[in-house]
T-cell receptor
């Protein structure tokens, strides 16, 4: 059973389009995250959600909006895609409470290419 | 501004020998450190962690050492096996009592185990 799954795995689209990436976790975790791995290979936090509340938002453009319909899902919507949005996006989850938040389980990633 | 630095992009080690991966950090507020392992086309997988109240944590073939005064940690793998070939990310967080923090990652070190 896949613990954290993302769809699609690959996404190729034109500049200016709006797209979504879906994430689901079946671990019963309280917190979910989105990370971006850019061309320089840095993994950087974008958002985290705890009990359907946004906890952090690391200076991400407002074209990016996370949406959590329930505790098991955190989808990423991106409006007006730009060339610089091309990257691999990883979803992750963790169990709430102290140190355990650090042991995050990652999905396989979605490689977004904007042409 | 890289708060977590892995200065070796790659490391080649013979099978059976010890692999030592290094990581330096600059943020003195970090109090929890982790190592993640990543295979191509997969998400990072949690490997081992250490809190700032310890200087060593061991799990089977993997040992993490923390030197707070030097702001340095290292991962030792002994003996190294072919399946250990992967990219290893060092990560850190300011847990501060258990909030849903994102992790700050280094750029990763590609470990290659030679037969």
């Amino acid at each position: 059973d896949t613990a954290v799954s993302q769809t699609p795995k690959y996404l190729v689209t034109q500049m200016g389009n709006d797209k979504s990436i879906k994430c689901e976790q079946n671990l019963g975790h309280d917190t979910m995250y989105w990370y971006k791995q850019d061309s320089k290979k840095f993994l950087k936090i974008m958002f985290s959600y705890n009990n359907k509340e946004l906890i952090i938002n690391e200076t991400v453009p407002n074209r990016f909006s996370p949406k959590s319909p329930d505790k098991a899902h955190l989808n990423l919507h991106i409006n007006s895609l730009e060339l610089g949005d091309s990257a691999v996006y990883f979803c992750a989850s963790s169990q709430g409470g102290g140190w355990k938040n650090n042991e995050q389980f990652f999905g396989p990633g979605t490689r977004l290419t904007v042409l | 501004d890289q708060q977590v630095k892995q200065n070796s992009p790659s490391l080649s080690v013979q099978e059976g020998r010890i692999s030592i991966l290094n990581c330096d950090y600059t943020n003195s507020m970090f109090d929890y450190f982790l190592w993640y392992k990543k295979y191509p086309a997969e998400g990072p997988t949690f490997l081992i962690s250490i809190s700032s109240i310890k200087d060593k944590n061991e799990d089977g073939r993997f040992t993490v050492f923390l030197n707070k005064s030097a702001k340095h940690l290292s991962l030792h793998i002994v003996p190294s096996q072919p399946g250990d070939s992967a990219v290893y990310f060092c990560a850190a967080s300011e847990n501060s009592g258990g909030g849903a923090d994102g992790l700050t990652f280094g750029k990763g070190t590609h470990l290659i185990i030679q037969p």
